[in-house]
């Protein structure tokens, strides 16, 4: 059975830096495009950041968001730094296993979520 994990998140001040991890569990996805979503309250789930064998990012993120992989752990980290109250959200992590997209619908597999939340 696979399974997402996160953690790392929890309450920061504006201008402070997180980092999220995502393990996985019962399968390996070293060929898979691991990614990180977001939704903020009242608001639909947004793409962050994607890593396959390139590395996109939402235009909100770009230059203060770095997503990296240890397909030894199975593991997909999210650098938040420079945080901004907007950026308050529940984080998932997610895996397309066969394909480059970046879309929710292409997802495969989700986590739980972990809450982000950037106090001003």
């Known amino acids: 059975q696979v399974q997402l994990v996160e953690s790392g998140g929890g309450l920061v001040q504006a201008g402070g830096s997180l980092r999220l991890s995502c393990a996985a569990s019962?399968?390996?996805?070293?060929?898979?495009?691991m990614a990180w979503f977001r939704q903020a309250p009242g608001k639909e789930r947004e793409f962050v950041a994607a890593i396959r064998w390139d590395i996109s990012y939402a235009d909100s993120v770009k230059g203060r968001f770095t997503i990296s992989r240890d397909n030894a752990k199975n593991t997909v980290y999210l650098q938040i730094n420079s945080l901004r109250p907007e950026d308050t959200a529940v984080y998932y992590c997610a895996v397309n296993v066969h394909g480059g997209s970046r879309d929710v619908g292409a997802m495969d597999y989700w986590g739980k979520g972990i809450l982000v939340t950037v106090s001003s």
């Open positions: 019962g399968r390996t996805f070293s060929r898979a495009t």
